[in-house]
C-alpha cells in the first residue's frame, strides 16, 4: 500500500506532518514526533513584531541588507513570545541536528519589510521550507480586500525572490475571492497553500468588562470546511495543498486526500493524545483503504475535487439551495 505524497516539492513516505504550534517546541517531543512517524514538522510561528523589535542590525549583515531597514524601528519593541528571533534561530538548527524529517519554520507578518530578510537566516539556518502566515485582520476600513490581498501576494514574491527553500502560504478562511487570492499567491510562486487559519475565540466578560480570547482545541467538525477549500484549488494550482484544521483521524486523512490535499497537518489532535496518535491515525488511513482496496493516496487524490464539475460555483449555489428547503 502506497501512501507516499509530495509536498512542497519533497518527497513524504505519507501525509501525516506535525503543524506549527507548541509541538516543535521541545526537542524530547520533536524526536517522539519523529519516531512515531512524523513525515515533517513546522515549527511554530515568530512573528514580525519579534523581528522588528529586535534590534535588526543584531541579525542581518547590514551591507546587503540595509535596504530593508527602513521599518524596522517603526513597530512594538515588545517582543511577546518566548523564542524570540535569536533562539528561534538556535532552536531550528538544535532540532535540525537532531531529526531526519524537514523541519519547516513559520513567519507570522502582514506587512512588506526589512522582517522578511529574516526568511533567508532560517533558510541558512537549515530549514528545508518556510511557511508564512499571512493574516491580516482587516479591521482598518481604508484597506481594501485588493489591498491586503496585493499586500500578501508581495510578501510571497519578495521572500521566494530570497531563498531556495520552498515557501507555503497558510491562508485565513474568511476572503471574499478565495479563489482568485490563492490563485495570485500561487503564480507569485507559492510552493504549497495551506487551509485554514483556526482563529482563537474572543468572547465578553460583561461583568469585568474584559475581552476573553481562548484557543480550545479543534474537533473533525472543522474539517468540511477546509475540504471545501481543497477541493474548489485542486487541479487548479501549481502549488501543493496542505489542510490544517480539524484533523483527527484516519477518515479525515482519506477525506482530505479526496478533496485534493498532498499533506494533513495535525496540531490538536497530537497535543490531546500525543505522539503516539500518528500511529493510530497511520493505522486507520491504512485500514480503511484495504477494506476500500485502494492502492494508493495518489489514486484518490482529488477525486472528489470541484475540477470534475463543470461549473462549480453552479453546483455550489444548488447544494446550498437544497440544503436550505
Ligand atoms: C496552542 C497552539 C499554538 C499554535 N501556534 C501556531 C503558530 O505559532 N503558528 C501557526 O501558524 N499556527 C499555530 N497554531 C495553529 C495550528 O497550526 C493549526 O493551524 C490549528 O490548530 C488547526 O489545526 P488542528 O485542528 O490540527 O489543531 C497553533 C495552534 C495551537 C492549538
Redesign the pocket.
Known sequence: MDLSTSYLGMRLPHPLIV????LGDDLDRVRALEDAGASLI?L??LYEEEITGEQMDGFFNTESYSESFAEAGTFSPEPTSTLGPEEYLNHLRLIKNAVYIPVIA?L?GITPGGWISYAKLLEQAGADGL?L?VYHAASDMTMSADDVERQAVQIVRDVKRTLRIPVAV?LAPLLTAFAHFAKQLDTAGADGLVLF??FHRVDIDVTELDVIRT?P??DSS?LPMRLRGAAALSGRVKASIGI?????TGLDVIKATMAGAHAT???????RHGPNHLRTVRREVELWMEENEWESLNEMRGNMSLQRIPDPAAYERANFRMALR
Not at 503543524?19 to 507548541?22: K, L, M, N, S, V
Not at 497537518?265 to 497535543?271: D, G, I, K, R, T
Open positions: 503543524g506549527a504550534g507548541p513546522v511554530r510561528s513559520s507570522n511557511e502566515h497558510k487559519t483556526r484557543l482545541l479543534s472543522e490544517t484544521g480539524g484533523v483527527h497537518q495535525m496540531v490538536s489532535a497530537l497535543l
